[in-house]
């Protein structure tokens, strides 16, 4: 298996997109010892945001799902950036947050989380496999319906 981020995601038929820029006074990951915060990620398309409203609202699991797939796509996009494309630098994922704007009586937050969990297991194998919370939200960053946060352990 290649050790180069964006072979991987290629091999799936997919495409890394451009690492968004922070919209606000923070930045976009942080490393620290051997672990790797990378700031939450919204569902982009072409850069813009996409995915907008509410799970059990105005949107259903599928595409919740999807939403979160395309969060992680804007994840790994920053670990690449973070990491030089050079996945032999990362030891594994440790926790996956995922941010689910729904409904009062939405409760299937893990079922759109996994749009997230698969795809990084899928581009990532062992080293996608993480602790995970899902947690429902009234209202996310530009309306969107899921935000995805995640911390990693290094290499030393």
């Known amino acids: 298996m290649s050790n180069s981020l964006s072979e991987r995601i290629s091999q799936l038929g997919l495409s890394l997109p451009q690492p968004s820029q922070p919209i606000a006074n923070y930045v976009n990951h942080v490393i620290s010892h051997n672990q790797l915060f990378i700031s ?3 569902p982009l398309l072409d850069g813009k945001p996409t995915y907008m409203g509410r799970l059990g609202d105005t949107l259903d699991e599928h595409e919740g799902a999807r939403a979160a797939e395309l969060a992680a796509l804007g994840l790994l996009a920053q670990l690449g950036n973070a990491l030089d494309d050079d996945l032999s630098k990362l ?3 440790v926790r996956l947050g995922v941010f689910v704007a729904a ?3 939405f409760q299937r937050q893990g079922v759109v989380a996994n749009g997230a969990s698969n795809l990084l297991v899928n581009v990532l194998g062992e080293k996608g ?3 995970r919370t899902a947690i429902g939200v009234s209202s996310l960053p530009s309306g969107v319906a899921v935000e995805i946060d995640a911390i990693f352990e290094l290499q030393p």
């Open 103 to 105: 409904s009062p009586d």
């Open 129 to 131: 496999r993480h602790a």
């Open 91 to 93: 030891v594994r994922i």
């Open 40 to 42: 939450g990620q919204i």
